[in-house]
């Protein structure tokens, strides 16, 4: 009984969750500027990104779409990580050809000397040379993906670059009559939470 009782006053403290936002805050004076107005005076101006823009630019030059969206401080970010999966890369083909040509040299039963010891057995050199190729094509995947998330950022970036966060955000919460629809089509009574972005 219990049970049911919290899953009903659950269900009606969150059955409509309202987001509204003034039609009067927002003046769109110029289709890519919204001027964000008070109750006398403006506010402060926010520019609206493209988009477009910013993909294009990040996709040609990594960092640059967050330049343009005025992130200047993920520019550093973006080079380091694709900086490090570069590394990565270059250090694991080398090792990778180091392993690769001492194990075709332990192969090759007619070479008199190899690169590698005798004590080091064939069967770790190829599993050396199977790891560092693993690691190699890793830190390709590392350096598409951390290419590829560096294109959507300055996308989402450029899409938000307009959103209020201002101090003026509130939550209300108020009493509200629900009507229910169905067999009995009774009213009941709960909560709305209103998110008011002014």
């Known amino acids: 009984m219990k049970r049911i009782i919290l ?4 269900f009606l403290l969150f059955i409509q ?3 509204s936002q003034s039609d009067s805050v927002f003046n769109k004076s110029n289709k ?3 001027i964000l107005t008070g109750k006398e005076t403006p506010v402060y101006s926010v520019k609206k990104k ?3 823009r910013a993909a294009l630019f990040s996709a040609i030059l990594p960092g640059a779409g967050q330049v343009y969206n005025g992130k200047y401080w993920k520019v550093p970010i973006v080079y380091s990580a694709l900086g490090t999966a570069a590394f990565l890369f270059q250090f694991n083909n080398k090792q ?3 392993f690769l040509t001492g194990y075709q040299q332990r192969i090759d039963t007619t070479l008199a000397e190899t690169i590698f010891s005798e004590d080091i057995a064939t069967d770790v050199l190829e599993q050396y040379k199977n790891s560092t190729r693993r690691n190699r094509d890793l830190s390709v995947v590392i350096f598409l993906a951390v290419y590829g998330l560096n294109i959507i950022d300055a996308t989402v970036d450029a899409e938000l670059s307009d959103f209020d966060v201002s101090d003026d955000l509130s939550l209300k919460i108020s009493p509200e009559i629900i009507p229910l629809y169905g067999k009995y089509k009774k009213n009941t009574i709960g909560l709305t939470l209103c998110f008011n972005f002014k």
């Open 50 to 52: 493209k988009t477009g």
């Open 96 to 98: 990778y050809h180091r």
């Open 7 to 10: 899953t009903q006053i659950f």
């Open 32 to 34: 890519d500027t919204i």
């Open 17 to 19: 969750i309202g987001f």
